[in-house]
């Protein structure tokens, strides 16, 4: 059971389509990332949301949209992926926005699979 | 930013304590230590999280040496649905450190 949904919980989709995973956090947080966990590699931190205000990591592709339209809500844009991009990308939130002292929730995530 | 390092893995029994520590040299004033569970196909969980000295709560215990440059995560007398990646996280980024994982510890607790 967790305060953060992750919809879809698998996707398979094509180079050329366009996707969104959407999540959403109920629990009044403040703060909203996501992160790509590919196989055998450590967590990356890919965007984050605090306040209206978006962090980028500048490692990401822009392939990858992030849209936060409220801080309940937080979405991931796909065009034009790449199969390297396949991988489980997850989404978390926190009370504070990016602070050490603020735990990360975490939703189940979904798993992307790009053919 | 405050690079962690920890084992790729371990091995425990039932009923053991399990010891996992993270070193992390460069950690910042500002920053505090969170250690987080992950399953399977599943997000990481909180377990713990400390600035210095010792922390408990209900699931693990958490030591921070003076020089807060390493931690320990304690877990008491583990069982099998303990066996997961346990991840030490460092960081704060509006000190400009992004919140970080590291490889994290493979644990695998046998019967």
């Known amino acids: 059971e967790t305060g953060v949904t992750q919809t879809p919980r698998h996707l398979v989709m094509g180079m050329t389509n366009k996707k969104s995973l959407k999540c959403e956090q109920h629990?009044?947080?403040?703060?909203m990332y996501w992160y790509k966990q590919s196989a055998k590699k450590p967590l990356e931190l890919m965007f984050v949301?605090?306040?209206?205000?978006?962090?980028e990591n500048n490692s990401v592709p822009s392939r990858f949209s992030p849209e936060c339209p409220n801080s309940s809500h937080l979405f991931l844009h796909l065009h034009t992926l790449q199969p390297e991009d396949s991988a489980l990308y997850l989404c978390?939130?926190?009370?504070?926005?990016?602070?050490?002292?603020?735990?990360?929730?975490f939703g189940n995530g979904t798993r992307l699979t790009v053919t | 930013l405050a690079k962690t390092t920890q084992p790729i893995s371990m091995d425990s029994y039932e009923g053991q304590e399990v010891n996992i520590t993270c070193s992390h040299n460069?950690?910042?004033?500002?920053?505090?230590i969170t250690w987080y569970q992950q399953f399977p196909s599943q997000g990481p969980r909180f377990i713990i999280q400390g600035y210095k000295t010792k922390v408990t709560n209900e699931v693990a215990s958490l030591f921070i040496p003076a020089d807060r440059k390493s931690s320990t995560l304690s877990l008491p007398r583990v069982s099998l649905s303990d066996t997961a990646v346990y991840y030490c996280?460092?960081?704060?980024?509006?000190?400009?450190?992004?919140?970080?994982f590291g490889g994290g510890t493979r644990l695998m607790v046998k019967p």
């Open positions: 629990l009044g947080h403040n703060a």
């Open positions: 460069n950690i910042a004033t500002n920053d505090y």
């Open positions: 978390a939130s926190s009370q504070d926005p990016g602070r050490g002292s603020s735990p990360l929730h």
């Open positions: 949301y605090s306040l209206e205000e978006r962090v």
């Open positions: 996280l460092v960081g704060d980024w509006n000190a400009g450190n992004m919140l970080t």
